[in-house]
């Protein structure tokens, strides 16, 4: 039997790595990945030779440039610039090599700053952004556009997935600009170790959020970019065609901040400090058009929550050896 080659752009990033592992597990797949210093997908001609170079079956896009709300403001034009580069070389170079089967990974940020929670696929484009990342989201969802327009103009079969705020194994700890589930797993394990008497958490701890463990997002951009034709397009729309992906559940921070806490093991005081902002009340995904297709997340958050942590302390030691 010939094996699928499958390349995975983004392979060292969080969920590239956790795509990697899970389709690495797959007898039937012969996985292609090459790093930035090999393949720079920013750059049009190197890519363009690479994919003519390479008989590719399926493309998974995760790679981007990311980062937290400082990065974002901080450098907009890299953050569009980059992104819309690295989309647009690969989509249409797989388009030129004749690669029918792809997928991008997008983010919940393409949604409007003020929208109905939970947030379905049709709210996109129907209201202003988060000025904070809308650059990075106006690249987005021109990811989404450009796998759609591909379908529409020449029959390809390019998809989208939208994850909500993923964590697990390979996230970013850098103390100054990880997002919130690392920053507070190094922020309790300094505390634990230190013992400190008082850890403290920005905001009143009432805002709601969702998180899916990145192994998760793996199986399920596997399964979307798996499925049969008419099974997505029978869930989708020709301009509506993007799936999101999450646990359809969410918690307080204050939850999160305690389970975090706990599952690490510091006993001291836990301080909410309300003169720091809280950011948007809620932001969840509504998963629907996913669990209709027949997926549906399998790690709760405190497993998902214990598996980082315990990942965390071997880099920790890999670190101090």
């Known amino acids: 039997m010939t094996k699928l080659r499958i390349f995975v ?9 956790a795509i990697v592992r899970q389709l690495a597990a797959d007898e039937n797949v012969e996985l292609l990945v090459r790093s930035r210093q090999e393949l720079d997908l920013t750059n049009q001609k190197q890519v363009s030779e690479f994919f003519s170079e390479q008989a590719i079956d399926q493309v998974y896009l995760a790679a981007a440039k990311v980062g937290g709300i400082s990065a974002n403001n901080t450098y907009p034009a890299d953050f569009i610039y980059q992104n819309l580069m690295m989309q647009c070389n690969v989509i249409h170079a797989a388009h030129k090599a004749g690669i029918n089967k792809l997928l991008i990974l997008g983010s919940s940020c393409i949604y409007p700053k003020v929208a109905q929670q939970p947030m379905n696929e049709a709210q996109l484009l129907t209201g202003t952004l988060e000025p904070t990342n ?6 987005k969802i021109a990811g989404i556009k450009l796998c759609e327009s591909y379908n529409r103009q020449y029959g390809r079969d390019y998809r989208s997935v939208m994850p909500t705020n993923l964590y ?6 850098h103390p100054e600009n990880s997002h919130v589930i690392p920053a507070l797993i190094q922020r309790f394990h300094k505390a634990k170790i230190t013992e400190q008497q008082e ?23 596997i399964f979307v970019m798996n499925l049969a034709s008419e099974d997505y397009q029978k869930n989708t729309e020709p301009m509506l065609s993007h799936i999101n992906v999450g646990t359809g559940l969410d918690c307080t921070i204050r939850e999160l901040v305690e389970t975090v806490a706990d599952v690490v093991g510091y006993e001291g005081k836990i301080v909410f400090d309300t003169t720091k902002p809280d950011g948007a009340p809620r932001k969840l995904l509504d998963v629907s058009r996913l669990k209709n297709l027949g997926w549906q997340y399998k790690i709760n958050l405190r497993d998902g929550l214990a598996n ?14």
């Open 134 to 139: 809308e650059p990075y989201a106006v690249a």
């Open 199 to 221: 850890v403290v958490a920005w905001g009143t701890g009432t805002p709601m959020r969702e998180f899916l463990h990145v192994n998760d997002m793996a199986q399920a951009s």
């Open 308 to 321: 980082t942590y315990q990942w965390f302390l071997e880099q920790e030691t890999i670190r101090e050896a």
């Open 9 to 17: 752009a983004g392979h060292n990033g969080m969920v590239g790595s």
């Open 168 to 173: 697990g194994e390979n996230d970013n700890f």
